[in-house]
């Protein structure tokens, strides 16, 4: 049995996934004991590691301001399929509790089909402006390295956002600090748009190897990605729901 007087420091050397494996073993009331003894990041960090029912579980023995708040740390497409699962007038209250710009965010992502690339992106990327250097790249994925937004793509954009290539630390990491960003954009320019089907978007990461894809609207801005992760993460569990229609 899990002692819950564990000095905090001890919990917090212990990896978000693990301590969510480690709750599963707990029974609701222990489990939401040992959630708010955490500091608010590492409760971010183990939340969305958790299966969706036990957020679904956590989040009933919580009240509405630090279920929106819990949401509004999350990242953005984590956050848009946990309330898609709860009722309507629950999200539309909890998103009323979000800051304006954190509930906008979410409101245009739950806009989306859930099997599309719009439904399936996060909003939450690094980009810079067409005219940003090597030394800017490594200076925008320093300021981020505690975030829970990936810093292995970056996206180059122009003065409206309009996407104009991407590029990774591995195709800059020896070139000067003055270098142009945008000459170390891969070749290929692969994107999707937001109404994409899922399956063009495993096709084109399968096809690529890239690990995330640009998400595009039809007058070509940017408006977030789609890591292979989402892509998994779908598909596992449109086969398990088949899987269980055959039980």
Known sequence: MVRLDVAKNKLSSIPP?????????????????????????????????????????????????EVALLIANIPADEATDLLLKLPREQSQQLMRLMETETSKKLRKLLGFAGDSAGGLMTTEYLFLKQDATVADAWQKIRDNANTQVSVFFLYLVDE????????????????????????TCYRENVYVYTDAPMEEVALLLERYKFSSIPVLNHEDILQGVITIDDVLEELISLAWSKYKEKL
């Open 17 to 65: 996934a693990a301590l969510a494996d480690i709750m599963q073993d707990l029974d609701i009331f222990a489990r939401t004991s040992m959630f708010k003894s955490l500091d608010s990041s590492l409760q971010s960090k183990v939340f969305t590691d958790m299966p969706m029912v036990s957020k679904q579980e956590l989040i009933e023995q919580l009240d509405e301001r």
């Open 160 to 183: 409206n956002h309009k996407y104009l290539g991407a590029t990774s630390f591995r195709r800059f990491i020896n070139e000067t600090p003055l270098t142009p960003l945008i000459k």
